[in-house]
Nanobody, 120 residues
Framework: VQLQAYGGGLVQAGGSLRLSCTAS????????MGWFRQAPGKEREFVAR????????NYADSVKGRFTISKDNAKNTVYLQMTSLKAEDTAVYYC??????????????WGQGTQVTVSS
């Protein structure tokens, strides 16, 4: 599975961004996907994930109520809609995919990362 993430950028606190991650190389409906992020000097952390059929989602407590993950199997794309952004959301965001039930930091497929910078 090859993953291409895009949509990052610079936004003011309180603003919104939508990240996209397009997958190729495997039937999209057969993979579970998710988003992780890594801020400078910190470990990569879980943000949100979605199951193969897009029927189940999970979020980190820090983004719950502000971020929404969705999956369009017809477009082979997973989205992360981010609203009410805060300075602490600044990080490189990575999409991940797995043939397992849900993604973790040990998942086998990763995109290249897209930078999100929130100015306060």
């Amino acid at each position: 599975v090859q993953l291409q993430a895009y949509g990052g950028g610079l936004v003011q606190a309180g603003g919104s961004l939508r990240l996209s991650c397009t997958a190729s190389g495997r039937t999209f409906s057969s993979v579970a996907m998710g988003w992780f992020r890594q801020a400078p000097g910190k470990e990569r952390e879980f943000v949100a994930r979605i199951g193969r059929s897009a029927g189940s989602t999970n979020y980190a407590d820090s983004v719950k109520g502000r971020f929404t993950i969705s999956k369009d199997n017809a477009k082979n794309t997973v989205y992360l809609q981010m609203t009410s952004l805060k300075a602490e959301d600044t990080a490189v965001y990575y999409c991940a995919a797995t043939l397992d039930y849900y993604v973790t930091t040990e998942s086998e497929y990763w995109g290249q990362g897209t930078q999100v910078t929130v100015s306060s």
